[in-house]
């Protein structure tokens, strides 16, 4: 069973947007900060954003003001909103589910964004 599943992914022009989603079991997305990271071809995987158990978010300077990372507590969901989407947006995403016990990763969803 997978324990993060993430979904939204998608081919989009440049300036245009997408919202990604990412679904867990209530027992590993309580206490947890869920996190987006990425990884385009041939770099290293990249943090994106983080959010908190109590919603403090945290975002890599690249995506400040254009992404925006939520979570839905009754529905053990992270969401990633991004907007004015670029070219070098392009990369598989990964949702991550981080507590004292674990560190979880999702399988990734491909973000593509045409110019």
């Known amino acids: 069973q997978v324990p993060l599943v993430e979904s939204g992914g998608g081919l989009v022009q440049a300036g245009g947007s997408l919202r990604l989603s990412c679904a867990t079991s209530?027992?590993?997305?309580?206490?947890?900060?869920m996190g987006w990271y990425r990884q385009a071809p041939g770099k290293q995987r990249e943090l994106v954003a983080t959010i908190t158990s109590i919603g403090s978010a945290n975002y890599a300077d690249s995506v400040k003001g254009r992404f925006t990372i939520s979570r839905d507590n009754d529905k053990s969901t992270v969401y990633l909103q991004m907007v004015s989407l670029k070219p070098e947006d392009t990369a598989v995403y990964y949702c991550?589910?981080?507590?004292?016990?674990?560190?979880?990763w999702g399988q990734g969803t491909q973000v593509t964004v045409s110019s």
């Open positions: 209530g027992s590993i997305f309580k206490g947890s900060r």
């Open positions: 991550n589910a981080l507590n004292v016990y674990k560190n979880y």
